[in-house]
């Protein structure tokens, strides 16, 4: 394999370290190397909720991939994150993995109305979401505080968070669409194109998006999508997984604040992102 000139000599190291990894087991699909790649990120990504998301999770091994400073396609990335991320762009992967997309699904359309798989409970979501567990874990659900909100949206879904992210769904597109590639040349793939074009197939694929000179055109629309997929997170995280589901006291006070602004603050950088 080689190296793209304009890739930094610290994501060549990490593509090596895949590269070599792919060939020594040729009989994974490349999305099933990413998966397995995971157990070289952190061990905070071998947790349980990792294994009812990605089914079959790996147990930590090394911190291999852990290289928090990495640029890819001109955005400095968190690489552990980024591979992470990447592991949950696909359906499926093997039975595990299929079974647990096809129960949160499920779990989902119960308790949200909107079925949505694990893609959608994970990366830039999951990330949008975090901020608000962390904010009732800590002050509860009976006062709203959005300046506490908005440091731990800074802080747990940053730039370089959802650069990961929506990297790392481009990476899983190109694989989707040529699951022959190398992950390995996939991710340069990704990093000669714009970002602006990720985002921009991002907002399009996901949230559907009408885009007209690098602005969104219904915006109203794509708000109301990103919320209903952080409120789907939140029944399913917090809520089932806790068997919290029935406590709807903070449902109808504090929470659905928490949900508005950490939409918005996911929305001004998909704004930014694509229009730079």
């Known amino acids: 394999m080689s190296v793209h000139p304009s890739t930094n000599e610290a994501l060549a190291k990490m593509l090596r370290f895949i590269d070599n990894y792919q060939q020594q ?21 071998a947790d349980r909720f990792w294994e009812l998301v990605a089914g ?8 291999e991939l852990d290289n928090s400073t990495v640029v890819m396609s001109e955005q400095l990335i968190d ?11 696909s359906w499926g992967g093997n039975v595990a993995s299929t079974v647990s997309d096809g129960l949160l699904w499920l779990a989902s359309k119960a308790v949200s109305g909107r079925g949505f798989d694990s893609r959608e409970y994970t990366a830039a979501i999951g990330d949008t979401a975090q901020p608000i567990e962390v904010y009732l874990d800590k002050h509860g659900g009976q006062t709203y505080q959005p300046d506490v909100l908005a440091d731990l949206l800074h802080r ?23 699951p022959r590639m190398p992950l390995a ?29 690098q602005q969104i055109e219904n915006i109203d629309g794509v708000k109301t999508r990103i919320y209903e997929r952080i409120r789907a997170y939140l029944l399913i995280k917090r809520d089932a997984l806790r068997a919290s589901l029935l406590n709807r006291t903070y449902w109808r006070q504090v929470r659905p604040a928490l949900m508005r602004q950490a939409t918005d603050h996911f929305v001004a950088y998909l704004t930014r992102a694509l229009a730079a």
Request: charged share 20%.
């Open 56 to 63: 079959n999770n790996p147990d930590f091994i090394a911190g």
């Open 156 to 178: 747990f879904a940053s730039d370089q968070d959802y650069a990961s992210d929506l990297l790392a769904y481009r990476v899983g597109r190109l694989l989707a669409d040529s």
């Open 25 to 45: 087991h040729p009989k994974r699909s490349s999305i099933q190397v990413a998966r397995s790649l995971r157990a070289y990120t952190r061990p905070v990504y």
């Open 79 to 89: 690489f552990a994150h980024f591979m992470a991320s990447l592991s949950d762009q």
């Open 185 to 213: 040349e996939a991710i340069q793939t990704a990093d000669r194109l714009p970002y602006a074009d990720a985002v921009a197939a991002y907002l399009t694929d996901a949230f559907g998006a009408q885009l007209a000179e």
